[in-house]
């Protein structure tokens, strides 16, 4: 079992940045490939950034290109979402996941990830 708590989640201007952390219990969280989630009101859950075991492989949405970036640190057991010029879209609840079966490919579909975190919120306001 791998627990993941989210952290760093809040009340943020339009341009500015906020860091999402994940901790995850376990000691096969290094094996692991690892993703961002988010989902806003009224809205499914959709992929926004993933790393591969290693953090040598990242995948992101087109719509966080450039302003999000994954990085982990397995001595840590952590992933973190660096988030700068927050947008009022993106303003959702956000959600870190554990890939256990593999961690080479970083897979942008929900079902692939087989552990989640309880959530953080994120707002951005104008």
């Known amino acids: 079992q791998v627990q993941l708590v989210e952290s760093g989640g809040g009340l943020v201007q339009a341009g500015g940045s906020l860091r999402l952390s994940c901790a995850a219990s376990g000691r096969t969280f290094s094996s692991y490939a690892m993703g961002w989630f988010r989902q806003a009101p009224g809205q499914e859950r959709v992929f926004v950034a993933g790393?591969?075991?290693?953090?040598?492989?990242?995948r992101y949405a087109d719509s966080v290109k450039g302003r999000f970036t994954i990085s982990r640190d397995n001595a840590k057991n952590t992933v973190y979402l660096q988030m700068n010029s927050l947008k009022p879209e993106d303003t959702a609840v956000y959600y870190c996941?554990?890939?256990?079966?593999?961690?080479?490919?970083?897979?942008?579909?929900?079902?692939?990830?087989?552990?989640w975190g309880q959530g953080t919120q994120v707002t951005v306001s104008l």
């Open positions: 790393i591969s075991y290693r953090g040598r492989s990242t």
């Open positions: 996941a554990a890939d256990a079966d593999q961690g080479v490919i970083v897979r942008s579909t929900e079902y692939a990830y087989d552990y």
